[in-house]
């Protein structure tokens, strides 16, 4: 199979070759032209590099490089805040703030990874571009993987997420992740081997037409779509190219055309505040599409104007902490759980986050420099390499990715599958079941579908994210049966508001689960609509199995969520 694939491989490298070949010099010279000092990437001397992945700092495109340490920082901040609240029960000062911050700050990553990447497809051979983009990605996230194995055995600490599916980055449904943050590079992974495809199809030179139509695709489904489902961070292979996520990617491919058009004025990236402004007030998925947009702008902006130099403390810090994006995205959240694992619980949330914060941004300055040496010498060593060693070697990536895609995403039908028979076995209860947990209760062991005694869990808290959205956390687990797996599902008002899955393993439960069950996903955070629950001083979580047993949640306080 693989020789098949090798000769697949040639044959069409080869068309790709001669056909890109054949418009270099046009393509380029479009591609490169300088408008407002920003000469863009399929020409310029610049690592080209993903958007979560840092590159060699250049002076043609200082701006991008400042851009992803800012970017980095927005995610670090927006996780910072939420494992304080989560492992030292810290208040979050402004909830709304912080819950926006990661997301614009991928949207940001994405947007810049779309912007390279146009110009990285028609520059590069497509077996060149995808070993680039592999080597990009890999090397740097395993060592870190490795490293945190390590570390956290050494202390005695469980790690979980360590399945092929999870350590194959494709496509493949919602996952337990070693560092909780693939989700993103599983985006970009995905992006990457599309694009090689439109490259190995000799379409590299339409890439202006591929991403207009994709935009088109996104619009389409956001429109067609329920509500809930158009914003998936860890969607199956089949659902993934028309997520929100993707927005950003693929305006960011539109930009070297229109910017090297002198379409694109600079002044356009203020538009990015105002289009932040309105994510506050507007639902998640809208708020999504906005984010997207504003980060397009942005990197657009930074593009085509005037780029920062390498003078003074600053812009030299801003540089460098480009440099080392991708080392603080892997690293921040493992540190974080460390951090809350080393500091005496009396310490207050305030010190936890300037502790975790300051030993991310340490650990990224140590090891930034060694991750970007790695990625140059791998370039230098694909840049030599013969054709047919990079043919191998692909053939061997893209069935690997392209396999656990598969088995991955079969897996997330059936659970959909599953959810749409929990949803029946709800609707079979009389539609007053809901209308408080007594009455829940009582329903459902009169009716003989009571879950056994042995299950435990707890609704959390319901708070409020924006003015838009809420944030419900709870958990639910069977010491009896470790492996059997629960949907969440909240009443407010007697209606059912939302259903999920579990998607969190709660190491701040270790001590109740044991070691040996720490990598089980029992933790759910589902958002919802802000106003959902309002009304409704006592929501009722109910979780349920796959085979229609059911039980009400306890609730942890006397008023889980500060809505009213």
């Known amino acids: 199979m693989l020789q098949r694939l090798a000769k697949v491989l040639t044959k069409f490298t080869s068309a790709a070759r001669i056909a890109n070949t054949s418009r270099r010099t046009s393509a380029t010279s479009a591609a490169t032209n300088v408008h407002s000092g ?213 305006g960011g491919l539109l930009l070297p055309r229109l910017i090297a058009a002198g379409r694109f004025p600079p002044a356009a990236g203020l538009l990015f505040l105002p289009l932040c402004a309105a994510c506050f007030f507007v639902e998640k998925d809208v708020a999504r599409w906005l984010g997207g947009v504003a980060a397009v702008l942005l990197v657009g902006a930074a593009a085509a104007g005037r780029q920062i130099q390498d003078e003074g403390a600053l812009s030299r810090s801003a540089l460098a902490l480009g440099n080392a994006s991708y080392v603080l995205y892997l690293v921040h959240a493992p540190i974080l759980v460390l951090t809350a694992w080393a500091l005496p619980a009396q310490c207050s949330g305030l010190i936890y986050w300037l502790t975790a914060v300051a030993a991310s941004l340490g650990l990224a300055a140590l090891f930034g420099p060694l991750d970007m040496a790695l990625y140059r010498a791998l370039r230098r060593h694909i840049d030599a390499a013969p054709p047919s060693t990079l043919k191998r070697w692909l053939a061997i990536y893209l069935l690997l990715f392209a396999g656990c895609a598969a088995w991955g995403s079969v897996e997330t039908a059936r659970n959909d599958w599953r959810e749409s028979r929990v949803r029946m076995a709800l609707a079979a209860l009389p539609p007053d079941t809901w209308t408080s947990r007594e009455t829940a209760a009582n329903a459902i062991f009169n009716h003989g579908v009571a879950l056994p005694v042995s299950v435990q869990g707890a609704l959390e808290s319901i708070e409020r994210l924006s003015w838009t959205e809420a944030l419900v956390t709870a958990f639910a687990y069977d010491p009896a049966q470790p492996k059997r797996t629960f949907l969440l599902a909240l009443y407010c008002s007697g209606r059912l508001i939302h259903l999920d899955r579990p998607r969190r393993a709660r190491k701040d439960l270790i001590p109740l689960l044991g070691q040996e069950n720490a990598g089980h996903r029992i933790g759910y955070r589902m958002q919802i609509p802000a106003e959902a629950c309002v009304s409704d001083p006592a929501p009722i979580a109910i979780i349920v199995d796959t085979k229609g047993g059911m039980a009400v949640l306890a609730v942890t306080s006397a008023s889980p969520h500060p809505l009213q």
Not at 44 to 55: D, E, F, M, R
């Open 38 to 250: 920003a000469v863009l990437e399929a020409r310029i001397k610049v690592g080209p590099t993903p958007a979560l992945t840092g590159t060699r700092a250049a002076s043609s495109l200082s701006n991008i490089q400042a851009l992803r340490g800012l970017a980095a920082a927005m995610v670090l901040v927006h996780h910072a805040a939420i494992y304080a609240h989560l492992l030292r029960g810290a208040d979050r000062l402004l909830p709304p703030l912080d819950a926006l911050l990661g997301p614009w700050g991928v949207s940001i990553f994405f947007a810049i990874s779309g912007f390279l990447m146009s110009g990285l497809v028609v520059r590069d051979p497509p077996l060149v571009f995808l070993s680039h983009r592999i080597s990009r990605i890999f090397p740097t996230y395993l060592a870190v993987v490795a490293l945190f194995v390590v570390l956290f055995a050494g202390l005695g600490l469980s790690f979980g997420g360590l399945t092929p599916l999870s350590l194959s980055l494709a496509p493949s449904g919602p996952r337990s992740y070693a560092l909780n943050v693939e989700w993103t590079l599983v985006y970009e992974t995905s992006f990457y081997v599309g694009l090689f495809l439109v490259a190995f199809t000799g379409l590299s030179h339409r890439i202006t037409a591929v991403a207009t139509l994709w935009l088109g695709l996104l619009a389409a489904a956001f429109l067609l779509l329920p509500e809930g489902s158009r914003d998936t961070i860890q969607p199956p292979i089949y659902l993934l190219p028309i997520m929100v996520g993707c927005v950003p990617f693929a």
